[in-house]
């Protein structure tokens, strides 16, 4: 740190991505990327665009905020195209959040951050025992509110009717719902934005869509949610989504049902190593996203990604209060999930605790 920063950031612990190491070929199951490459009729959109590298992108984005409209039946002006989702979750944090926001102890990582780099007050509101969000607790709650849904890391999902009773009651409140994930199995609350405006829907083609390099994300809601966010943009960087990218993410728009298939091979390859880790002796989360969230009782968090790294797989683990003993494993194809059951075999997770870890596992 140079003597140089700004007091206010000095202390402040950046985020952490997900490692991306080049050291060797690992199997990635550690930033739910998709594991399939673009299809051409995708990635062949930029080759005409190569052309017109030399010129800025078109700062509204429109080609491909009309069609994003038309496929998610909203009118233009509610939708906002960024930088990846996170760019407008920071959006969002520094349009609406002065007041302070909530949201669950154990979700995104990122949310915290964002709060402490605009100076935002926050409350972390706990998960049940079975990390499952009580609705409860967030009903006529009075703050403003950002959730995961579903949730990240437990890829646990509410229902758009959990939604509509946290927009309805919080009517003076913003409630952003970060649906990162939601096409991996949960239904979004898009529709909901025409009659709550104050609830924020926000989207990525990080995920399904599997352009996580690009970095496209998209949010919906009302006329002047959308407007704040675009004077947000309009002061930081008009040009937030690159000329190659608002192609790509117009292509990626044309063959729908491609985009289904691909997204359903997930889905049921996640249903597939559930049931393995399940017969490993694994306890997981009714994930319905593009990952497992799961623990094993003769093996801490820690110790299982250690070991799978060193057998060239790579999973996420967090050094956190109530889930340490968790890792999350990014869904990829047949053969790689294929590849971490049989790891996790040759582990042979027996007694590899200490009796004194395996002690203060069961009273958890
Ligand atoms: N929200 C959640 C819950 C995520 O896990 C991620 C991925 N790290 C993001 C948002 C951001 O995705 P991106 O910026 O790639 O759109």
Redesign the pocket.
Known sequence: MSRFIARRFASMDAYV?GEQPSDMEYIKLN??EMPFPLPDFVANAVKNELDKLQLYPNPDGSRLINKLSEIYDVDPENVIIGN????L?AFTFLAFFEAGVVFPDI??G?YPVYAKLYDVPYREIPLADDLTINIKDYTGIGQNIVI?NPN?PTGIVLGPEDIEILAKSNPDYIVAI?E??IDFGGETAVQLTKKYDNLLV?H????SRSM?GA???FAIGSTPLIEDLNKMKYSFNPYNVNRLTQVLGEAALNNEAHFVQKRNEIIEVREYTHKKLEELGFTLTDSKANFLFCKHPDIGGFDLYSKLKDMGILIRQWNKPRIFDYVRITIGTREQMDALITAIGQIGLKDLRTKKEKKSYEKK
């Open positions: 991505p930033t739910n990846g989702s996170d760019e979750l979700t995104y990122f995961a990240a970060d990162a994930y926000i990525t083609y990080s995920k996580a970095r496209l994300g």
